[in-house]
Each structure stands twice: as C-alpha cells, then as structure tokens.
C-alpha cells in the first residue's frame, strides 16, 4: 500500500483492510484502547499483530510517529513490530522510539544524567563487570572484620541478587533479604554497607548497572517535575508488551511518561508471568486491571497449537489468572497430548532418543522439536545421551556472547575510550599483559587519573605515564587513545592484529572458535559510527550469540531449554520432561509456597507446543530410585499431571509394569 492510499484511508476512523487483516477481538482491542488500557493476550493470539496494528492505527488517525513510544522486553520484538508497522502503512517510522525498558531509560538519561550526579558517557555495566565491582566493595569492606569473620560474608553474586531484587521491587535491603534469603538477616548490616561501597565505587567510575538504569530514570522522572512534564508531552500514547513481566519501577517509569496524555496502552498475559525472581509482579496486572476508568480487551483466538493441545491449555490456566477462555483456530490434528511414566532418568532419556529419531524418519526438522525443563540440571542425563547418539543440539542458556572472557577482554580497551575513568576495564585491560599485576596497574591507573587533572586528553595523560618494562602496552593503548574517533571496527581490528591474536593462541584451547567471534564482533561493530553508540547497543542487546547463529542453517539442531529460556518462542514437538513433585514443580519453590508460579511455569511450558506435546515424568527423579524424590516421598508434594482429566490426553508408559 502506497504512501498516497494511505493518506486517504486516514479521513475514515478504521481502514477498510484492517478489517481483513484482524478477528473480532483484535480490531477491538486496536479500534477502542484508549486512555488507560489493559489488552489481555493468550498465547498464540496475535499479541504481536495487535500491537503492530494498534500503532498503524494511530498513524492513520494522524498521530505523528515521534508521539508514540512502545516498550517492549527485547529489541528484537521491537524492530519486528516497528518493521511491520512500515509494512502495513508504508510510513517512515524512524522517529517513532521503539525498545526495552532499558533502552529507554539509556535514551533519557545520556540527555539527563548530570542531573543526578552522573556524565553523560556514563558506562553501562554488564552482569560481570558488575560481579567485578561488588568483589572489590565487598575486599574493601573485609578489610575492616577479623578474619572469621570475612569468611562468613556471602558472595558478591549473592549479594547483587539481593540487591538487583530490592531495587527492582522498591524494597528495602532486609525485605529483599527475608524474600530471598532468609537465613543471611543475620548480615543485613554486612551487606548493606558491602552496598554502600559499591554505590560509591560506581559513581566514581562513572558506570551504572543495568538495575540503575531503571532506578535512576524513575528518580529522575519522581523528583524532576519539569523534565518529567517535558519526556511526558511528547508521548501521546504509550504502549507496552509483555506487561505481566514489569517490575514496580517499570510500571511506575511508563505511568510517568504517559503521565501528560494519559494514554497507557498495556498488552500481556498475567498467566504467563514468570520472572518474580527478577522483581517481577503478575500483580501489576491486576492493579491497573483495577484503575478507575480502565478499560479491559481480551485477545483469546489461538492460532498456534492444535484443539487438542487448547483444550489442555485451557484447563491448566494458573488459578489466579484473569479469566479467558481460548478458542482454537486451526483444525483438529487427531492426537491428543502424551503423558509419558518412565521408571528414571535414564529411561527417560532412552525414549527421549528413540522419539526424536522417530520425529526425524517422519520428516520433521531438528529446529522444530524442543525439549523444555524446570531446571538446567533436570538435562544432564539426556544430554549424556544425545552426545552418544549424535544427536545435535543447542542450548538456550549459558554466557552471553558479550560476556564471555575474549569478547569482554576487547571491549574493555574500547570502554577506556569513552569512559576514562572506568577502572574495572582499566584492571581488565592491563591485567592481559605480561608482567603487570594489581601493584602495577594500581600505580599505572592512580598516576593516570592524576595527570588527567593536568592534561587536556587522556592521550596527552597516558603518554607521561614512564612504561619501560611495558612497552607494548603503552604503544597500543596510545594509539587507541589516539584514533578513538575512528570505526569501532577498526580499532577491534588493530586490537586484535597488534596484540590479542597472538594472546588468544598462547592462552585458549579454544583460540579458533574465540577468533571467530572477534571476527563476528567486528562484523557488529562496523554498524556502528562511534565507539561510544557501538558499546551502548552492544549492552542492551540481549541475544547477539543467537542472532549470530542464525546465520549458520547448514546444521540444524534440536533445541534444549529451561521454560524461562522457551518463553515467547514456539515449536512444532515439544517434550517437557521431569514433570515430577520436586523437580517441576520445584521443591523449593513449593517450600516457599510459589506454587502459583510454577503453575504458570508449567503453562507457558504447555503453550509452546504447535502439533505434539509430550509431557514425560518418572517413578523415581534419579538414576537412584526414591533418592531424588524423597523430598517427594516425605512431603506428597503436588503433581501437575495428576489433576489433568484423562479423556484430555494420551497415556503412555515405558518400560516397566505396574
């Protein structure tokens, strides 16, 4: 549709070809969401297309794209919204601002940050370089206990999970403590000071984390009524997806930019929320749900799984849920889900391989089968086998691309450029050559900053910096400093050429499949003009090492995931295994009394299925019988394939006779 045709159907309140384009439910929801708007979206509904048109449609009323913010919980999600947007409307969407909470926030407060005591280059700290900061507060802190002790002090990845929980729940140190960790109240002042340390340590480096991107956007929008007032003008209409994964700050930071406007367009499943651990709250579902004047849309036409697997889907809607009733769209496939009994682990694992080899010798693609887990460990025995079989799969969990050793050894020489005063990549940086270790660096890093107070450039700083013993550490990070504003590809390369490949050979096993990723770096980083947008893109994206892999179709694998990690994604056969009374649903999640989250674990587990759905359980929970579950066995915890009705599915067992 041209831009020409377009501009016509805008004197008419609903263009003709969204009518024929969306069912009933969703041109509701797109036509008549206004001012504060809650759209309920089962899975398989269309969440996407209600978006993607709800925003089309505002366009066609004249609303101009730079008006409009959507939130989405990955970029990818919203390139692909904003690409469909300029599909069906052929309208240049440019200015239209589209990405995740933190994107946004990025975006606010590169403008804002001097306000609350920060520069503007401020670096973003990822998952490790946060670890690395939070070891050297908690040292510090040591430093002032005898030593019993410091040794009972907990970890610094302890420690940022009680932390990240309380900033994310606007929760104090000892709520988060009693939430998460109740056995550590007896540190509470430990770790509150251990936290103080490392506000400090990050305002002096000038670097945030990824929780202080949304807790400083919040204050900022709470205590700054006129930059609030100025953000919020803009926006006339707010949309957000995936809302039942929303922290309190997240709901509190999009209710102050739809503020001026008051249009607050949410789209979610409450059934489907499943990242409390993150802060999280499927209650803010039911809050806005019971806003005055707030008007309720549900979305609830699967067009994604078969009416055999619906009709399961809806029986396992989690208790409290938001009532919906999904309707199936595709027609009957005439089999039913398979609750599969085997004696163990390892019979599971044998039917698990015998059942793919059978999906295969059908003709269904490894990229369309999926096996789904409560807990990454619930997977060991059946990756042992597939490994024996030569089965090939890929893992939806493990370390991000960018946070792994080499890609982080690059990228801190590239952070010293925009962010001088970013110690942790200092350390990282001068740590890689040979003979400078923390007294060294300590010097070298402390005379630099000295001289930066005398020296116009960090270039004319570092120079006066005596390296007889360290040559080559001077020569290149001269010349980085030297040629900062140069392609970020560029300086990757000069990195890797002048020094890091011979490093990678000399200290890595694996130093071919490392160099492949610099390359692949490189690739990214070519994208980009400057160093400093480059590293802000790179950390806020959140699946670089699987986009990557996508390009490579020559061997296609099965896919083994937790359901945290299958969340939002689809396939045509999907084993869910060790569906046991502690395992899934978790033993210790059921000791804390979250059966409500396990409940909507196992349901967004059940909804990814397309075609097949296998759901496999054991006698036992190990290889030792009753060993495993013999927390099970004392307890009686509850099973989920017990309440399902039986004329809803398929009963197969394995191996064994009652």
């Known amino acids: 549709m041209d831009e020409k045709v377009f501009n016509i159907k805008r004197e008419y309140s609903i263009p003709e070809f969204f009518k ?56 990818a999600a919203a390139r692909e919204m904003v690409e469909r947007v300029r599909n069906v409307t052929n309208v240049d969407t440019s200015s239209l601002t589209a990405g995740t909470f933190h994107h946004v926030c990025n975006m606010i407060l590169r403008r804002y940050a001097k306000v609350i ?3 503007n280059n401020f670096t973003i700290l990822d998952s490790e370089d946060a670890k690395d900061l939070m070891r050297i507060a908690k040292n510090e802190y040591k430093e002032t206990l005898t030593k019993e002790e410091a040794k009972q002090i907990p970890g610094e990845g302890v420690i940022l999970k009680i932390i990240g929980y309380a900033a994310n ?37 000038n670097a945030m984390d990824y929780d202080d991107m949304l807790i400083n956007t919040l204050h900022l929008l709470e205590t700054n009524e006129d930059i609030r007032n100025y953000i919020a003008s803009k ?69 994604r799984s078969v009416p055999e697997i619906v009709e399961l889907e809806n029986y396992l809607i989690p208790t409290h849920s938001i009532p919906k009733k999904l309707k199936p769209y595709r027609s009957s496939y005439h089999m039913k889900p398979v609750i599969v009994k085997t004696y163990d682990e390892l019979e599971q694992a044998d039917f698990i391989v015998q059942l793919i080899e059978n999906k295969f010798d059908e003709g269904v693609s490894p990229e369309e089968i999926a096996i789904l887990y409560r807990s990454h460990s619930l997977s060991m025995v059946l990756q042992q086998k597939l490994d024996v079989k030569k089965i090939s799969y890929k893992l939806l969990s493990g370390k991000r691309f960018i946070e792994t050793r080499h890609i982080k050894d690059i990228m801190a020489f590239l952070k010293i450029l925009a962010n001088p005063y970013d110690n942790i990549s200092w350390t990282r940086v001068l740590k890689l050559f040979p003979g400078i270790g923390q007294k060294t660096l300590t010097k070298i890093v402390n005379e630099f900053y000295a001289n930066l107070m005398e020296y116009p450039t960090p270039y004319g700083a570092f120079e006066q910096i005596k390296f007889r013993k360290y040559p080559k550490a001077k020569e290149i990070i001269l010349y980085l400093f030297e040629n900062s504003d140069e392609n970020p590809q560029d300086l990757i390369d000069y990195i890797y050429n002048e020094f890091y490949r011979e490093y990678l050979e000399l200290n890595f096993k694996d130093a071919y499949s490392r160099k492949q990723d610099i390359e692949r770096l490189g690739e990214i980083a070519s994208r980009y003009k400057s160093v400093e947008s480059f590293l802000e893109e790179l950390a806020l994206s959140e699946n ?14 099965i896919t083994l995931t937790t359901v945290h990690g299958a969340k939002g ?77 039986k004329e809803l ?8 006779s009652d």
């Open 169 to 205: 729940t606007l929760k104090s140190i000892r709520e988060a403590i009693l939430d998460m960790a109740a056995y550590l109240i007896d540190y509470q002042e430990d770790i509150e000071r251990i936290y103080m340390n490392y506000l400090e340590m990050k305002k002096k480096i």
């Open 20 to 75: 024929e384009e969306l069912d009933s439910e969703q041109l509701d929801a797109v036509i008549n969401s206004t001012g504060r708007s809650l759209i309920i979206a089962g899975p398989g509904s269309g969440k996407t297309r209600v978006i993607t048109y709800k925003i089309a449609y505002l366009l066609s009323q004249g609303i101009k794209p730079e008006n409009i913010l959507l939130v989405t919980f990955t970029r």
């Open 649 to 656: 599915v398929e009963h197969w067992k394995i191996g064994y």
């Open 544 to 557: 670089i090492e699987i986009q990557s892999a996508e390009k490579d179709r020559k061997n296609e694998r």
């Open 235 to 303: 926006y006339q209409w707010v949309l957000v997806d995936e809302f039942q994964d929303t922290s309190l700050v997240q709901l509190r930071i999009v209710e102050f930019l739809s503020s001026v406007h008051k249009n607050l367009i949410v789209v979610g499943d409450d059934s489907q929320s499943i990242y409390s651990f993150r802060g999280s709250r499927f209650e803010n579902v039911e809050e806005f749900q019971s806003h005055e004047d707030v008007k309720l849309f549900k979305i609830q036409t699967n067009y």
């Open 569 to 645: 994604l689809e396939w045509k056969v999907v084993i869910i295994i060790s569906v046991n009374p502690g395992d899934f649903p978790n033993g210790m999640a059921l000791k804390e009394k979250k059966i409500d989250e396990e409940e909507r674990l196992f349901y967004v587990a059940v909804t990814r299925a397309k075609d097949e759905l296998y759901i496999v359980k054991q006698l036992t929970g190990t290889t030792k019988p009753y060993y495993g579950n013999s927390f099970y066995m004392r307890q009686k915890l509850p099973d989920f394939t017990d309440k399902i009705p």
């Open 117 to 119: 005591g920060y520069e």
